[in-house]
């Protein structure tokens, strides 16, 4: 049972596009490795901004950098 764990920081991602990103990984599964879609899981996480450092930096900090 293949099980797929996607981290993305918590942003906005609608239902659709969480939903393409588990069909997605499921089927590069399959086509891949051949795989059992029944039986692959898929679970994202999403994560505050503040719970996720790129190079030392809050993620909330560094949009804060990109975007004055």
């Not at 239902?15 to 490795?33: P, S």
Request: charged letters at 25%; aromatic letters at 2%.
């Amino acid at each position: 049972m293949p099980y797929v764990n996607i981290k993305i920081t918590r942003e906005g991602a609608t239902a659709e596009q969480k939903q393409r990103l588990i069909e997605g990984a499921t089927q590069l599964l399959v086509d891949v490795l051949g795989k059992n879609p029944a039986t692959t899981v898929v679970v994202i996480d999403e994560v505050d901004t503040d719970n996720w450092g790129i190079g030392g930096i809050p993620v909330t900090q560094r949009r804060l950098q990109e975007n004055p």
